[in-house]
């Protein structure tokens, strides 16, 4: 018995299925697919081994200046009323609450590890980037309100492409900085997919079941405002946090619309930011020995470039042509030329000048993709390069 992906026609469209299916085979071909499938199977494994090894050795070594936040997305809660009319149940009548819900380690006075619960709420659903950005900020002030000795940060997550392992995310650990001065370092660690689940999944339970309980008390869980107040006051020790829709759309606002992508995003399972650094480093798997220097242990993958702002990591990531790999634009251009000896070059009056149509050869030159897209510092960029080239390609401009 295999899983095979298929396809089922539903009235006029094509989706895709996933179904389990029968299938016969020699024992030989059976033989050559497993030991074509060991090697990713060993390397997942490896993964999950390392990633929780090596987050269970951090909780325990913690120090005074290090806080382990591990974080992650609820099911979002569906309002509720103890009694409902049947047509609540169709359309778009039953609204929905965001969950972020998060567990912060730090060090107390007496150097013993404290767990601290968090939960931030919000009536926006999106669990993109700029959603993770507006929690985030959030979950660090509340971390340096508890200990004004925090300098580093380790966030540990699940690893979806959607929310929090893609460019974005990867962006957003350089502009921590702007807004929390005391950070040096931040590293970013992704659990093995399929193997995410945690503590913070326990506090979205909880939550959600309390609210569930005070609807069977005939408490009606029916907007926003009605849950934080049932949650705030029924449970004590989760901090309960709002984000409202305008942090979120502000956060978007501050993310660059062409972020250059890292090749090997699917593999990676740690970032580190440090203030000391202008790169980037990406790990396949986790490591806080080595952390001010590159891996030793063979987890490094490679550095990438920081820009300080939106418009330098926009300008910076023009997609330029390797020189090992030029390429040539042909086009139909007119040049104008004087009267010249050669004899290739005369025409029927050879004492004036004349206008010839040639093929001419550019060199490698910058370029944006989407000129639509480009922000006003970019287009007065675009503008400025088209000049030089029409200057350039006039000879006698001069």
């Known amino acids: 018995m295999v899983w095979e992906r298929d396809t089922k026609k539903v009235d006029t469209k094509e989706i895709k299925i996933i179904k389990k299916k029968t299938k016969r085979s020699d024992p030989r071909n059976l033989i050559i697919e497993l030991e074509n499938m060991l090697p990713k199977f060993l390397s997942h494994t490896s993964n999950i081994v390392n990633q929780y090894a090596t987050i269970k050795c951090l909780k325990e070594s913690l120090t005074t200046n290090e806080a382990l936040v591990h974080m992650d997305f609820s099911e979002n809660y569906s309002y509720k009323y103890s009694e409902e009319v ?17 567990v912060v380690y730090l060090k107390n006075d007496s150097n013993a590890t404290q767990s601290y619960s968090v939960c931030t709420a919000s009536e926006c659903t999106r669990h993109d980037a700029a959603a993770v950005w507006a929690h985030l900020n959030y979950l660090i002030k509340f971390v340096f309100n508890r200990s004004s000795q925090i300098n580093r940060i380790h966030i540990l997550t699940d690893s ?16 921590l900085r702007n807004e929390f001065s005391d950070l040096n370092l931040v590293t970013w660690n992704y659990q093995e997919a399929g193997h995410g689940k945690g503590a913070p999944d326990g506090i979205g339970a909880v939550i959600k079941r309390t609210a569930d309980y005070e609807l069977k008390c005939h408490q009606d869980v029916g907007d926003f405002d ?13 901090e309960m946090g709002i984000i409202q829709e305008h942090e979120i759309k502000l956060r978007e606002l501050m993310l660059p619309k062409d972020i250059a992508t890292f090749k090997g995003t699917m593999t990676v399972h740690q970032v580190i930011w440090a203030a000391d650094s202008a790169y980037l480093e990406f790990r396949k798997q986790s490591c806080f020995e080595c952390i001010s220097v590159a891996c030793k242990h063979g987890k490094h993958m490679r550095f990438f470039k920081i820009y300080n702002t939106p418009i330098g990591s926009t300008m910076e990531n023009v997609k330029v042509i390797p020189e090992n790999k030029r390429i040539k634009v042909l086009s139909d251009v007119t040049i ?8 290739m070059l005369h025409d029927s009056t050879p004492s004036t000048s004349s206008l010839r149509s040639i093929r001419h050869s550019w060199a490698n030159k910058c370029f944006i993709n989407n000129y639509t ?16 080239e029409d200057d350039d390609d006039d000879p006698l401009s001069d």
């Open 86 to 102: 049947q047509s609540m149940h169709f359309g778009g009548s039953r609204g929905q609450v965001s969950l972020h819900t998060a």
């Open 160 to 175: 979806p492409t959607s929310q929090y392992r893609n460019k974005y995310i990867f962006y957003i650990l350089t502009q």
């Open 226 to 238: 009605a849950f934080v107040n049932i949650i705030r006051r029924n449970i004590k020790n989760v």
């Open 336 to 343: 104008r030329y004087a009267n010249t000896d050669d004899p």
């Open 373 to 388: 897209k480009a922000t006003d510092h970019e287009k007065e960029f675009l503008d400025f390069l088209k000049k030089c």
